[in-house]
C-alpha cells in the first residue's frame, strides 16, 4: 500500500522477552518518528530519524529501547528484556520533511504479560 | 508536567450542530499546533493547523482558533456529521526553534460523539 505500514499489529511478550517492531514508511519520505502511546494518552515521542541517522533519541525510555534505520528507510524498534510498564501503542509516523506532514501507520500494540 | 492539555475526555453533540474541542498548553515555546483524528485501531490523522503568527485557520467544516495570550486553542466544526466520531488530539512543536523543532507533544485527547 502507499501508507506507513507497521507489523506486527499485536504482539503479546512474556516479560523478559525481546521483541523487534517493523516500521516499513512511505517510499522516499526522509523523516520518520516513532511514538508511544499508552492507555489513555496521547501518543509521546520516543526517537527521530533523517535518513539513516538516528537525530535524536531522547524519548526512549531506557537502555532497553533501541530503534534502527539502516538504510534510511525501514526501521525497527527493538525492546529488550520487555516489562509491563512497556506494555502501549508504538506508532511509527514518515514525512518528507517536518512533522507537519507526517503520516501515521496503524501502530503496533504491545500486550507484555 | 502536561504541556499540553484537553481537558475534556469526551463530548456528545448533536448531528448538525457544532463541535468545539479545546486545548490549553504552557509551553510559551510552541509555535506550531495542530489537530489529529484517531480512529479506533488506526494511526492519527492530520486533520489542520496553525501557526502562532496566525489566530485563526479554516479548512472546510474545521476551523482552528487560536489565543496566544491565553495559551489556548479550539477546533471547531460545522456542521458536525457521525463520520466525524472519534478521539482529537491537539498536538504542539517549536517549528522555528531548532532543537525539538520535529518533535509533537500531544494531549490525552478527546472522544468526540456525534449522534445522528
Known amino acids: 500500500g502507499a501508507g506507513v505500514s507497521q507489523s506486527p499489529r499485536y504482539k503479546v511478550a512474556k516479560r523478559g522477552q525481546d521483541v523487534a517492531l517493523r516500521c516499513d514508511p512511505i517510499?522516499?519520505?526522509?523523516?520518520l518518528f516513532w511514538y508511544q502511546q499508552a492507555l489513555g494518552q496521547g501518543p509521546e515521542f520516543l526517537t527521530y530519524?533523517?535518513?539513516?541517522?538516528?537525530?535524536?533519541k531522547s524519548g526512549l525510555p531506557s537502555d532497553r529501547f533501541f530503534a534502527e534505520r539502516p538504510e534510511g528507510s525501514v526501521s525497527t524498534l527493538k525492546i529488550q528484556r520487555t516489562q509491563q510498564e512497556d506494555s502501549a501503542v508504538y506508532l511509527c509516523?514518515?514525512?518528507?520533511?517536518?512533522?507537519?506532514?507526517?503520516?501515521f501507520g496503524q501502530g503496533t500494540r504491545l500486550t507484555v504479560v | 508536567d502536561q504541556q499540553v492539555k484537553q481537558n475534556s475526555p469526551s463530548l456528545s453533540v448533536q448531528e448538525g450542530r457544532i463541535s468545539i474541542l479545546n486545548c490549553d498548553y504552557t509551553?510559551?515555546?510552541?509555535?506550531?499546533f495542530l489537530w489529529y483524528k484517531k480512529y479506533p485501531a488506526e494511526g492519527p490523522t492530520f486533520l489542520i493547523s496553525?501557526?502562532?503568527?496566525?489566530d485563526k485557520n479554516e479548512d472546510g467544516r474545521f476551523t482552528v482558533f487560536l489565543n496566544k495570550s491565553a495559551k489556548h486553542l479550539s477546533l471547531h466544526i460545522v456542521p458536525s456529521q457521525p463520520g466525524d466520531s472519534a478521539v482529537y488530539f491537539c498536538a504542539a512543536s517549536r517549528r522555528e526553534s531548532g532543537a525539538g523543532s520535529y518533535q509533537l507533544t500531544f494531549g490525552k485527547g478527546t472522544k468526540l460523539s456525534v449522534i445522528p
Open positions: 509516523a514518515s514525512s518528507l520533511g517536518t512533522i507537519t506532514e507526517a503520516f
Open positions: 496553525i501557526s502562532s503568527i496566525k
Open positions: 517510499s522516499g519520505h526522509v523523516s
Open positions: 509551553n510559551s515555546m510552541f509555535d506550531y
Open positions: 530519524f533523517q535518513n539513516e541517522a538516528q537525530l535524536d
